[in-house]
């Protein structure tokens, strides 16, 4: 029995995940990334979990209404965003779910397959 997630043609899905770098759909990214179904785009002046500001999330932000799940990938181990933050971009209609990097990878490959519109920002493993 194949239990693969159906894919459709185009959509991003993550394949692999290392220090500093991501393999998605076939293109290796190195830094920090953004994915979502239909693109993966560097995270622009991102680098480290605690340095994240809300003019970090401006890319998201702009596309709140187009995401239902966010997911944020904190690198190699589960981190807290400042409460005030998060509570921020809850109401610039951004809820967040922090986990640590691979988590995020595999909890976005599973959304994608089921056609949720899920986006994953991602920091690398330091």
Do not use: H
């Not at 785009?41 to 239902?68: K, M, N």
Request: proline letters at 5%; a negative charge; aromatic letters at 8%.
């Amino acid at each position: 029995m194949d239990v693969t997630p159906l894919i459709r043609d185009g959509q991003q899905i993550i394949q692999s995940y290392a220090a500093g770098a991501f393999r998605i759909s076939g293109i290796s990214y190195d830094g920090a990334v953004i994915v979502s179904p239909n693109s993966t785009v560097l995270w622009e002046g991102v680098t480290d979990f605690s340095q994240l500001t809300f003019e970090s999330f401006a890319p998201l932000i702009e596309r709140a209404e187009e995401i239902d799940v966010l997911l944020l990938g904190a690198g190699g181990k589960m981190a807290f965003l400042d409460p005030a933050l998060k509570n921020k971009l809850s109401m610039a209609g951004l809820p967040i779910d922090i986990m640590d990097t691979g988590a995020a990878c595999r909890t976005y490959n599973v959304l994608m397959a089921e056609g949720r519109r899920v986006v994953a920002a991602m920091l690398p493993f330091q």
